[in-house]
């Protein structure tokens, strides 16, 4: 029995046959384009099914299938790794070989969303099944990833698609970075990492829509990042400081500060050993 996640026909009887490519659920034939699996672990008591439907049924081009837990046991005694293979070699059989086993992932906030997934860079494909998201590698333009440095721990992918849109996914660790360096020269993808700060995109959009190629726009954030780490070693006369100030607002933020308000301030002050914590301000 599986649990599906986004249907209203929680509980499913799957069947597949791998030659015909239909999928049965309870009393109804689909025809399934792709299919993926994610295997249970000791540490996840379910194996995962995600399919990729030719037709929508019932509005949705993708539906995702859980199988029972393989806790579910009466004997106490049982081995633990026993359980889990009996329960992927199940799921296994129902797939059949046509079926992509996903293994190596990492943990992403997605695009959109405000809780942690696991991301799944297949040949072609990234994939998060438990969010229904899936990308094809083809509708990506370049790949960015901003914050990387030394002394952070995580940084964020933006895929810039081919129809002009961004998709950020972050709070990736940066220790997986080059899984998506791979992944990216494997589908022939540009791919650029980035320093601490994140990027002005539409400003970005805008310069490249223009005709200014990936490549160049790279190096001009580059080349003024590193002007700003040097910023103490600049002498008079080694740049144009027309050219300087031009490359300077295109990574500017596009916000204005706020202006200053004479309601923030005061010029009371409070004579030493007359200062008490303000604590009615502070909320509990």
């Avoid at 790279?218 to 027309?242: A, M, Q, R």
């Amino acid at each position: 029995m599986f649990y599906c996640v986004n249907l209203r026909k929680k509980d499913c009887n799957l069947k597949y046959d791998s030659n015909s490519k239909i999928l049965s659920v309870n009393d109804d034939s689909l025809n399934v384009n792709r299919l993926y699996s994610v295997p249970a672990t000791q540490s996840s008591e379910h194996a995962y099914l995600l399919t990729e439907l030719s037709t929508p049924y019932q509005n949705k081009k993708t539906l995702l299938f859980r199988s029972e837990s393989w806790l579910i046991t009466d004997d106490d005694d049982a081995d633990d790794n026993v359980l889990v293979e009996q329960l992927n070699k199940k799921v296994d059989t129902l797939s059949g070989p046509d079926c992509v086993i996903l293994n190596d992932c990492v943990e992403a906030r997605l695009h959109g969303t405000t809780t942690m997934n696991n991301l799944y860079p297949t040949k072609t494909r990234l994939i998060a099944p438990n969010a229904l998201y899936v990308e094809d590698a083809s509708s990506i333009d370049v790949i960015f990833c901003e914050r990387v440095t030394s002394y952070t721990k995580s940084f964020d992918m933006v895929l810039v698609m081919k129809n002009g849109k961004t998709i950020t996914h972050s709070c990736i660790s940066r220790k997986k970075i080059n899984m998506f360096v791979d992944w990216a020269k494997q589908n022939n993808l540009e791919f650029y990492q980035t320093g601490p700060d994140p990027l002005p995109w539409s400003a970005i959009m805008k310069r490249h829509n223009d005709g200014e190629s990936w490549e160049s726009i790279y190096k001009l954030i580059t080349h003024v990042s590193d002007n700003e780490d040097e910023e103490s070693e600049w002498s008079e006369g080694n740049t144009d400081p027309e050219d300087d100030e031009e490359d300077l607002d295109f990574l500017e933020e596009e916000e204005s500060e706020e202006e200053f308000s004479e309601e923030y301030y005061t010029d009371e002050s409070d004579e030493e050993g007359d200062y008490e914590p303000d604590a009615k301000r502070r909320k509990t």
